[in-house]
């Protein structure tokens, strides 16, 4: 059975830094290294939006919102995505969900909270 789990978030500060990762079990190394991840966002009330997305080649897409202050990264090597967000700021404060593109699976999320 394929699972993303979600680790990291917590309560930050404006302007803290902060990464968030993603682990996937139960997918072969292959399967992992052959699909795009991405990293979504849902902030209460807002639809589910992009945030990063990581090609099986490294190639990386950002959000407007998230170039420049964000870096996606994968380490295929662990099944595992990472997030790193920068210069946070109280509009990022959203549940952040990992993606399988592949097999369009989803984790459960990890709350990030961003204060002012």
């Known amino acids: 059975q394929v699972r993303l789990v979600e680790s990291g978030g917590g309560l930050m500060q404006a302007g803290e830094s902060l990464t968030i990762f993603c682990v996937a079990t139960g997918v072969s190394g292959a399967n992992f290294r052959n699909s795009e991840m991405g990293w979504y966002r849902q902030a209460p009330g807002n639809q589910r939006e992009l945030v990063a997305t990581?090609?099986?080649?490294?190639?990386?897409n950002y959000a407007a919102s998230a170039k420049g202050r964000f870096t996606i990264s994968r380490n295929n090597a662990r099944n595992t995505v990472y997030l790193e967000m920068n210069s946070l700021k109280p509009e990022d404060t959203a549940v952040y969900y990992c993606?399988?593109?592949?097999?369009?699976?989803w984790g459960q999320g990890t709350q990030v909270t961003v204060s002012s």
């Open positions: 990581i090609g099986t080649d490294g190639n990386t």
């Open positions: 993606h399988l593109a592949t097999f369009n699976y």
